[in-house]
């Protein structure tokens, strides 16, 4: 491409369309896990397998082209071109939007959990052809502005994308009790992932149609990999093999014993629950004064100090039991940590000494950048996803999930105003 080449605006602001879609998805799910945790009843570690499902598809979306293009020798989205490519990625989208449609009028939290699956599966093949594609449409000596541009855009839509979803969750009300959310209807759910499928029907016909927009077909074969091929696809079997422990450690008795022992003080501990968010409003009251503030408190705590003491030795016991098992599913977590980055670091040790059968594993600013997105993006979604939990806790406010939402949003937008600002 000619370094006289113009930036062809029309299309690039069509391609960013798709950057916002990721991100308002991605950053809705920081909203959607607590809610599901009040709604179906879950520990916390099952909460967070809507961010499992959602970036295992990533992953293995990624892996599976990888995996066609190391055996035919050629790339799949360049023989389909990138316009294409973005095309079949948000028809899939729109399919994952009707899984979760089905699951949500189920009231199946798995079925919730294999519609975020597909949604992130047609993801996934849609930034494996937009990135390049935000290069090919100008310059590409400028290609690292337009890639800026639409990053920033897809940070807009993490930023807004967790108090539409609140709204869709929670409506209007000021404040919906955990208790409560059981309670609630999912209409809003559905309206709303009705929207998100129409707006990737949309976006998907504007890109078949747009005639600005070019082809991005590519015909250049790829470098032979079988070697990086083999070594992923052990990888992916081993932390197969990390993970099964940690999942078939619910089943176990030990942790049937923990839900029982739960189950039995359940009463009493939705007693200090509603306590304890009583103390929490008397302190933001505007109206009692102080000495009667202090009065109501002390009431409350003592309240507070019966019940806990009632159900103490019930605590004292699922501590015994949930510490060695929590250790037992760090070890393997660790272990599955350690897969990937040894297996990494493996793969370009040994693509250095003999390079044949590597492809671009030999560059170690490939293997570093792989580390470091891996790092980079698990700590911002795991804050994410983690920080409305942190935000029920007493010592950050006591918090009910329907008020979380504005929260979650100013993590994201200060992300997303840290992009811009490297970005200018």
């Not at 709204?167 to 404040?175: N, P």
């Not at 040790?349 to 980079?376: C, D, H």
Request: charged content about 15%; hydrophobic content about 45%.
């Amino acid at each position: 491409m000619s370094s006289e080449t113009k930036t062809n605006y029309p299309a690039l602001y069509t391609l960013i369309t798709v950057f916002f879609f990721w991100g308002f998805i991605a950053a809705g799910n920081s909203i959607f896990i607590p809610f599901c945790k009040n709604y179906f009843s879950l520990d916390q570690f099952q909460s967070q397998l809507i961010d499992f499902a959602f970036y295992t598809a990533y992953y293995l979306g990624a892996l599976l082209l990888f995996i066609f293009g190391a055996i035919n020798g050629k790339d799949l989205v360049g023989k389909w071109g990138y316009k294409r490519s973005i095309v079949y990625g948000l028809l899939f989208s729109a399919l994952g939007a009707g899984a979760m449609i089905v699951a949500v009028e189920a009231n199946v939290y798995a079925g919730m959990l294999v519609g975020l699956f597909i949604v992130a599966l047609g993801f996934s093949l849609q930034q494996t052809a937009a990135n390049p594609f935000a290069v090919l449409l100008g310059d590409p000596k400028t290609g690292t502005s337009r890639q800026n541009l639409a990053g920033g855009i897809n940070s807009f839509g993490t930023t807004i994308g967790p108090i539409v979803v609140g709204f869709a969750l929670f409506g209007t009300a000021a404040a919906v009790s955990d208790d409560q959310i059981k309670g609630l209807g999912l209409d809003k759910v559905i309206l709303l992932y009705v929207g998100v499928g129409i707006l990737f029907l949309i976006a998907a016909s504007v890109f078949f149609f747009s005639k600005k927009l070019p082809s991005g077909i590519s015909d250049e074969p790829m470098e032979k990999a079988n070697k990086a091929m083999t070594t992923l696809i052990i990888m992916t079997g081993l932390l197969a093999i990390m993970f099964a422990p940690v999942f078939n450690s619910y089943n176990s008795p030990e942790a049937k014993k923990i839900v029982e022992i739960e189950k039995s003080i359940e009463p009493i501990t939705k007693d200090i629950k509603k306590l304890s968010d009583n103390l929490v409003k008397i302190k933001k009251d505007k109206v009692l004064s102080e000495e009667e503030k202090n009065t109501a408190s002390e009431s409350i705590k003592s309240e507070i100090k019966v019940l806990e003491l009632s159900v103490e030795p019930q605590h004292k016991e699922i501590q015994e039991i949930r510490h060695p098992l929590e250790k037992y599913r760090m070890y393997w977590l660790s272990g599955a940590l350690l897969v990937i980055v040894g297996g990494l670091l493996f793969a370009n040790r040994s693509a250095q000494k003999k390079n044949e059968g590597w492809g671009a594993m030999k560059y170690p600013q490939l293997v570093l950048g792989m580390l470091a997105i891996f790092t980079y993006v698990g700590v911002e979604v795991a804050v994410g996803s983690n920080l409305g939990e942190l935000l029920k806790l007493p010592e950050f406010g006591s918090f009910q999930s329907s008020e979380i939402a504005p929260y979650i949003s100013m993590y994201w937008g200060s992300l997303m105003i840290g992009r811009w600002a490297g970005a200018i």
